[in-house]
Each structure stands twice: as C-alpha cells, then as structure tokens.
C-alpha cells in the first residue's frame, strides 16, 4: 500500500521537476530579451500577479505556502540575470553624478566608435556621444554620417551596455532615428531655431525622451533659459542644460575657441532646477585646457560633463585640437 502511493508521489515528484526545467527554459528566453532590450530584470507587479492568481485558483493550498515556493522559483530562474545585468534603465544612469558623456565630435567609421565605445565603457562610462548630423560652418566640410551613423552609434553603445546622445538638425531626422537615439541633441547653432524647438519639444513629449540643448555661442543666460521653456512648454519635462562657451572679445586674440562660460553653472543652479552639464571641449576648444575646466567646471556644481574623446585625437576628422584620448578620460573620471 505505502509503496504504491510512493511510487505515485515520485511520480508527482518527476512531473513537477520537468516543468520547473521547462518553466526555467523559458523564463531564460525572457531575461536575455530583456537584457538586449535594456528593460529591468525584475517586475515585483507581474510576480505578484502570477502568486495572486495562483492562490485564487487552488483554495485548498495554503497561500503562504504558494508565496513561499514561487518566490523561490522567481529567485532562482533571475539569479544569474540580475548578475549579467551590468547596466539599467537610462533613468537610473541620469542620476549618477557626475553624469559624464563622452565620445568623439562625430561617428566616422564603425570600426571608429567600435574602438572608442569599448575604451570609454571599461572606463564605467554610460553615455556614448557621437555628431552624425554635423551641423558644420561650410557647406562642403564633412557633413557626417547621417542615418548610417546613427545605425553605427547605437550598435556601438549597445555592444557596450551604454545609451546614445546625438545631435539632430531637424524634425525628419529625429523621426527617422527616434528609436536609436536616447538623448536628443539640439546644439548651440540651434538654441534659437524656435520651430524646431516646437516639434521636437511636441515629438519627444509622447515619450519624454531626454533632450539636451547647448547654449547658443552668443546667447545670454535669459535666452537659454528660455529656449529650453519651449520644449517644457510643449510637454516634455526632460530637458538637460549643457554650457558649451560663448563668443567674447577674448575671441580675438586669445587661443581659445569659445570663453568656458563657467560663471553660466553657478546662475543656472539659482534660475532653474534642470540637470547642468558643462563641455570643455568646444568651450576651450584645445585638449591641454579639457582636464582642469572639467575640474573648475564640476567644482562649481555643474551636474557632470560632456567630453570630446577620440581614440586616435590627431586623426579626428572635426575637432581633432579638442579631442583628448580615452587615458586621459580615464584620468578626468
Ligand atoms: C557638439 O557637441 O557636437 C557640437 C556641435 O557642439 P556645439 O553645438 O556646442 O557647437
Ligand atoms: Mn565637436
């Protein structure tokens, strides 16, 4: 008699065991999806939803004794996951601080941001920046490499659990590489084209994706200020604040580019509550100068930076005087 109700609970026994293996198999199938997909490993509503019902359809078991068991198999088939899933969602990478974004003044090849990508990323960067829409002062220097570099850009980053920031000139492009691009850029040649202003502010406030607008080279503290009201006006509380230097006298016989705007960090931080990021890069526009503005410029309480890095700085294509290796990336961070 004992026996043979043995033998039916070993075979109870093997029945469940089979299942937790395909269950396992399956639950496998989800997590690498949502890790190619940068989506959370865990979902606390959907597990509770799954004990919730499982304890409306069998009364007779004990639902504690539910809770117990299938906590332990949400645990074990996300153990190893939660490990692999070395980077989360874009919105807990936007609160680190500094929040630092890097990468070269424009994508030039795959091979090109391939290598810059992997460099930045053992350097624990998140944020991949790469122009593919340049907007360029002559009509015949390298105007970048559009879509295809966008296409370029996001593999890169992906490859390397980091998210994408790029500059669109107008509301096509943004529609064209939405899907591609994490953080919009508009640039200082921009701040004041109100139109695109609007239509991206409209376009991004369906998803509030991030947009990250420079202060126009000759714009005062007002003006930017209130170019980035189009964009929250339109709907889209999502605006990053990026002080890139501005044109002064010093412009005329002084070495650098732009004048670093760095007094700019301290009035934003009392007129508005937008994240603040300062860009060495094209404010000195000379790599010599890139660490110690990064250094003033984070002092000062700037929310993080934007960097132009290249692997190989003398060979950029735009802004190579600018452009600092990934060492010295590395040094900064
Ligand atoms: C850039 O960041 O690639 C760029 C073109 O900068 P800015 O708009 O500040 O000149
Ligand atoms: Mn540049």
């Known amino acids: 008699m004992l026996e043979k109700y043995r033998k039916y609970i070993d075979k109870i026994d ?8 395909k269950r396992k198999e399956l ?8 890790l190619n997909n940068l989506l959370p490993i865990n979902n606390i509503n959907r597990e509770n939803e ?3 019902q499982l304890i409306n359809n069998f009364h007779n078991l004990n639902p504690s004794l539910i809770k117990k068991i299938f906590n332990a198999i949400f ?10 899933e070395s980077f989360q969602t874009i919105n807990e990478y936007l609160t680190i601080r500094p929040l630092i974004i890097a990468g070269p003044c424009t994508v030039e090849s795959k091979l090109q941001i391939n290598n810059i990508a992997n460099d930045i990323a053992q350097i624990g960067i998140k944020f991949l920046r790469g122009g593919c829409f340049k907007p360029r002062t002559c009509a015949n220097s390298f105007q970048g490499l559009e879509d295809e570099g966008v296409h370029f850009l996001y593999d890169a980053a992906r490859k390397n659990k980091m998210y994408t920031v790029s500059e669109i000139l107008d509301l096509q ?4 590489n939405e899907e591609y691009i994490d953080i ?3 640039g200082s040649r921009n701040m004041t084209s109100y139109g695109l202003l609007k239509s991206i502010g409209k376009a991004t406030a369906k998803t509030n994706k991030y947009v990250l607008l420079k ?13 980035a009201d189009y964009i929250l006006q339109a709907g889209n509380p999502n605006v990053i604040l990026c002080l890139r230097g501005i044109r002064t006298f010093e412009q005329i016989d002084s070495t650098f580019r732009f004048t670093p705007d760095l ?3 301290l009035e934003l931080k009392e007129k508005t509550k937008l994240p603040i990021l300062f860009d060495p890069s094209h404010s000195t526009g000379s790599n010599k100068y890139v660490k110690s503005i990064s250094k003033a410029a984070l002092e000062l309480g700037a929310d993080g930076l934007m960097l132009e890095v290249h692997n190989s700085p003398q060979d950029a294509i735009v802004d190579s005087n600018q452009a600092i290796h990934p060492t010295e990336l590395k040094e900064i961070v």
């Open 27 to 34: 639950t496998q199938q989800i997590m690498d999806y949502k």
């Open 215 to 227: 202060r126009g080279m000759s714009a005062t503290i007002n003006e930017f200020i209130a170019a």
């Open 50 to 52: 799954i004990i919730n």
């Open 184 to 186: 919009i850029q508009i």
């Open 14 to 21: 093997n029945d469940i065991a089979n299942l937790l293996n």
């Open 75 to 84: 645990n074990d088939s996300k153990s190893e996951n939660v490990l692999k």
């Open 263 to 265: 007094s700019g960090i």
């Open 173 to 176: 492009q943004y529609i064209r």
